[in-house]
């Protein structure tokens, strides 16, 4: 069983970082893709950044490419995104994902994800 506990969401001006965290217990022994998402309101969830099980396979969306930058430690359960050159457009809520995703094409969708964690808030505003 596959328990997701996000951390590291705040509030911080535009051009700002921050480090989100996952706590992912139960990843270690089986092969999880790991996704950031977000999420505004009203709006379906879009995903941020995924990393494969062995790193291998990294992908952003356009959006935050250059600026983002997701991880993971395996043997620590923890997966991270690290926020660089915050903009007002990354405020939203974000959430991590986890799923043994039978083609990585599909890592941007968001109904092919079974795990997920409550989320964690990140505000940018001057």
């Known amino acids: 069983q596959v328990q997701l506990v996000e951390s590291g969401g705040g509030s911080v001006r535009p051009g700002g970082s921050l480090r989100l965290s996952c706590a992912a217990s139960?990843?270690?022994?089986?092969?999880?893709?790991m996704t950031w998402f977000r999420q505004y309101p009203g709006k379906e969830r879009e995903a941020v950044a995924g990393i494969s099980p062995n790193s291998v396979i990294i992908n952003y969306a356009d959006s935050v490419k250059g600026r983002f930058i997701i991880s993971r430690d395996n043997e620590a359960e923890t997966v991270y995104l690290q926020m660089n050159s915050l903009k007002l457009e990354d405020s939203a809520m974000y959430y991590c994902?986890?799923?043994?995703?039978?083609?990585?094409?599909?890592?941007?969708?968001?109904?092919?994800?079974?795990?997920w964690g409550q989320g964690t808030q990140v505000t940018v505003s001057s």
């Open positions: 994902a986890a799923e043994m995703l039978r083609s990585y094409r599909s890592w941007d969708n968001w109904s092919e994800y079974t795990y």
């Open positions: 139960g990843i270690r022994e089986m092969s999880y893709f």
